[in-house]
């Protein structure tokens, strides 16, 4: 067989070869052994030394002619089989974008944060500043300094955990007022803050009492501060809260740390004050304690009750909650029932 002939086979065994391989790394293979360096046609090409002088540029040229056509046969496999390739894997990843997509659950802020947020809100857009306090407190704060020695019987209707004989977990927002008063620069102005948070009490748990809840606390102090500016105040808080609509009346209380005290009731936003089931036929709702700060405490914080005044209040968020959204068990606010936290999910 010529030299000729046995390229020409060469080039249609492989052709074949070529057209029939169904794998990327077969067909590499036949690249390399066909057209590598130690295949058959750099082979023919090295013996050309060999023939005659007349004879190398035809047969070099062919076998270079072949070779092309082989790498582009090779080529145009490889193009084929990748595309199969990637065809297969289309159709076995197919994704059907019609599907429900997954549902990720998502949170939304507690209603009692909802709740204190909105009052939080009320306040700080009539210029009071938000103090934070803490949930561990000492004695000397939580009571005595409220005006509450160790023997007072007021004591007993707090009772708490005590971690020590002078730390405890704070019964009552009321420690942050002295912890304010005694830090406050009275020649930079008047002092108004509140101060909302967790407080914790040795209560029997029932539809209205929680061993925890929350409180928000208020505070003003300044010269010339009177019971007309406590009343004034909370009157347009309340509306705030519950609509424009209603009134407030103060009822002669007792808290240690004021003088004189008081309970603040609003009057009902469901009937209006002609008696319904939410102010229990009476037209009232109690909201809040509060009263003028006792001079005592004033004095315990470094400040002289001769010149200044000031009045202090303690509102139940809780109870607001359960007021506006006819909650009837504060245990619901923390038994973590989705079913229930839900009725209150809100945008974020
Ligand atoms: C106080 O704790 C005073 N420190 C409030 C105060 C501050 C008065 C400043 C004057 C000046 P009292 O114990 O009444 O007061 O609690 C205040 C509010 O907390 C109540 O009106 C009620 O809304 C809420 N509260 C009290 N105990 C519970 C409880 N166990 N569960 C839920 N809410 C409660």
């Known amino acids: ?19 029939k391989v169904a794998d990327l790394k077969e067909l590499n293979q036949i690249r390399v052994e066909i057209l590598g360096k130690k295949g058959p046609i750099t082979e023919v090409l090295r013996g050309m030394k060999e023939l005659p002088a007349e004879e190398r540029p035809v047969v070099g040229s ?5 070779r092309d056509y082989l790498a582009q046969a090779v080529e145009n496999r490889k193009e084929v089989l990748e595309q199969a390739a990637l065809d297969a894997a289309l159709e076995k990843e197919t994704l059907d974008v019609t599907l429900p997509g997954k549902q990720t659950p998502q949170g939304s802020r507690h209603i009692l944060s909802q709740v204190m947020e909105e009052i939080e809100d009320i306040f700080v857009g009539m210029g009071y500043q938000i ?21 007072h019987p007021a004591r007993d209707m707090q009772d708490t955990f005590y971690i020590s004989d002078e730390i405890l977990i704070r019964t009552h927002t009321s420690p942050v007022q002295a912890r304010t008063m005694e830090k406050h620069d009275f020649s930079k102005g008047a002092l108004r803050m509140i101060s909302p948070g967790k407080v914790f009490r040795r209560d029997t748990d029932d539809a209205t009492h929680s061993h925890q809840f929350h409180q928000i606390e208020g505070l003003v102090i300044d010269k010339e501060i009177t019971m007309g500016d406590l009343k004034g105040t909370l009157e347009v808080v309340m509306k705030k809260m519950f609509g424009e609509d209603r009134n407030i009346r103060l009822r002669p209380s007792y808290f240690p740390f004021t003088e004189p005290s008081v309970e603040v009731d609003v009057s009902c936003f469901k009937c209006g004050g002609s008696g319904c089931n939410v102010c229990k ?4 709702i109690e909201i809040l304690g509060a009263g003028m700060v006792h001079p005592d405490v004033l004095q315990m914080s470094g400040i002289d009750p001769t010149e200044y005044s000031g009045f202090a209040f303690g509102l139940g968020p809780d109870r607001v909650a359960m007021l506006r959204y006819g909650v009837n068990d504060i245990r619901s606010f923390y038994q973590n029932d989705l079913r229930f936290l839900n009725q209150f999910k809100v945008k974020e």
């Not at 103090?131 to 023997?151: C, I, Q, S, T």
Request: proline content about 2%.
């Open 281 to 284: 036929h009476t037209g009232w």
């Open 62 to 66: 062919f076998a270079n002619e072949i």
């Open 1 to 19: 067989m010529t030299l000729k002939a046995q390229l020409e086979s060469l080039r249609d065994e492989t052709f074949e070869k070529i057209q």
């Open 131 to 151: 103090v934070e306090g803490y949930e561990v407190e000492a004695d000397h704060y939580n009571f005595e300094r409220m005006n509450l020695p160790k023997d």
